[in-house]
């Protein structure tokens, strides 16, 4: 069964503008991290944000945060004032626990934004 | 402190030949990540290895693939015999202890022809 679901294969946004990437995750494990990281052209995979399942508050980084509704299951992403930079691919990851490795990270597959003048 | 480095960059074997695949992980850090991204496809987990153990690689081939790290030196992700469907882009990362976050390297891009 898929755990991490990214539904929006493509987006566009306009610079300056807000945009979210959703994000939805399935896991029995009360104790998970929720992770984003943006793949350009380039090909690196660079960490925007994480979210720990216990954490009171969404998590923010710059220009990043999370919206996260843990009954609903839901992770997004949402970008404030968009850049032509930002222009990528964006992957949802989660990682359990209890899963034996940690850090074993579960991957959506993945947005890609583009950003439009 | 420089990054996990990965090498080569890019890889271009014949079917059939042996590709080897290098990864320092950050000073520091002893555990270290193997994931295969094919094509428009996201991250998938391949292994997971502390300094001369494998703890975790339940994402490996059967077949064909194999992974190390030893005591000294680079991670090596080794494929035998490779075949036009282990094309594909192949990352590792690397992180101090199991539950810390894991930092990605650049890849190194496998083409077989």
């Known amino acids: 069964a898929q755990k991490i679901t990214q539904t929006q294969p493509g987006m566009f946004v306009q610079e300056k503008e807000a945009v979210t990437l959703d994000c939805t995750y399935d896991t029995s494990d009360p104790s998970y991290g929720l992770f984003w990281y943006k793949q350009p052209s380039s090909g690196e995979m660079i960490f925007l944000i994480y979210q720990g399942s216990y954490d009171q508050q969404n998590a923010t980084e710059g220009r990043y945060s999370l919206n996260f509704q843990k009954a609903r299951k839901s992770a997004n992403l949402v970008i404030s004032a968009s850049q032509l930079g930002d222009s990528a691919m964006y992957f949802c990851?989660?990682?359990?626990?209890?899963?034996?490795?940690?850090?074993?990270?579960?991957f959506g597959t993945g947005t890609r934004l583009q950003v439009t003048l | 402190n420089a990054g996990v480095m990965q090498n080569p960059r890019h890889l271009v074997r014949r079917r059939g030949q042996e590709a080897r695949l290098r990864c320092s992980p950050m000073k520091g850090h002893s555990h270290v990540y193997w994931y295969r991204q094919l094509p428009e496809e996201g991250l998938k987990f391949m292994v997971y290895l502390q300094k001369e153990n494998i703890i975790d690689e339940s994402g490996m081939p059967k077949e064909r693939f194999s992974a190390e790290f030893p005591k000294e030196g680079p991670s090596i992700l080794r494929i035998q015999q490779v075949v036009r469907g282990d094309s594909a882009a192949y990352f590792c990362a690397s992180s101090p202890g199991q539950t810390n976050e894991a930092f990605f390297g650049q890849g190194t891009r496998l083409t077989v022809v």
């Open positions: 990851a989660m990682r359990e626990v209890n899963t034996g490795t940690a850090s074993k990270l579960t």
